[in-house]
């Protein structure tokens, strides 16, 4: 299975549907809340947000959701990026609630070739992220700098790194 993509790889318009998709537990929401000292009663308080919010219920922190739909996009984009270059944009643009579940797609925008070294470019993408009812929570663009084919190939390959088991 591929992991990331070389620079040749990308063609502008192309579009990667993420899979699986991930459903959002409570625990999840609190336990990054709760490592990220994000305090706010709208995502941990049951009560404060059932009496005093719009929405009824918590809201699954945005942050969370940003970060999954990331993640979600490494195997089909930056698996193996050089570097994350730039989050241009981020909007969050409908709650999530507990027991949602998360979907991403990446489109890629435009594509680069570095000046200053010719076994690279920059990758430039744009992720949605919606839920199990098509709604879209979150869109976020980013350039990622990504290696050309000689670049991993003088590397090790597919898998640099990986080492070989020792005969038993």
């Given at each position: 299975m591929?992991?990331?993509?070389?620079y040749e790889?990308?063609?502008?318009g192309a579009?990667?549907?993420?899979?699986?998709?991930k459903t959002v537990t409570e625990y999840d929401d609190h336990l990054f809340c709760l490592i990220t000292m994000n305090h706010h009663p709208l995502h941990l308080d049951t009560h404060y947000a059932a009496e005093t919010t719009d929405f009824g219920k918590n809201v699954v922190v945005g942050?969370?959701?940003?970060?999954?739909l990331l993640g979600m996009s490494?195997?089909?984009?930056?698996?193996?990026?050089?570097?994350?270059?730039?989050?241009e944009s981020l909007r969050h643009v409908a709650p999530t609630f507990h027991g949602d579940t998360i979907y991403g797609e990446t489109?890629?925008?435009?594509?680069?070739?570095?000046t200053s070294k010719d076994d690279r470019g920059v990758v430039y993408v744009e992720t949605i992220g919606y839920k199990q009812d098509g709604t879209v929570v979150c869109i976020f663009?980013?350039?990622?700098?990504?290696?050309?084919?000689?670049?991993?190939?003088?590397?090790?390959?597919?898998?640099?790194?990986?080492?070989?088991?020792?005969?038993?």
């Open positions: 591929q992991f990331g993509r070389y790889e990308f063609e502008v579009v990667y549907k993420h899979w699986p998709g942050n969370y959701i940003y970060s999954l490494v195997p089909d984009v930056s698996g193996k990026a050089i570097a994350n270059l730039e989050v489109t890629v925008l435009d594509k680069t070739p570095s663009r980013r350039k990622v700098m990504v290696p050309k084919r000689s670049y991993g190939e003088a590397r090790g390959g597919e898998q640099p790194g990986r080492p070989e088991p020792v005969a038993r």
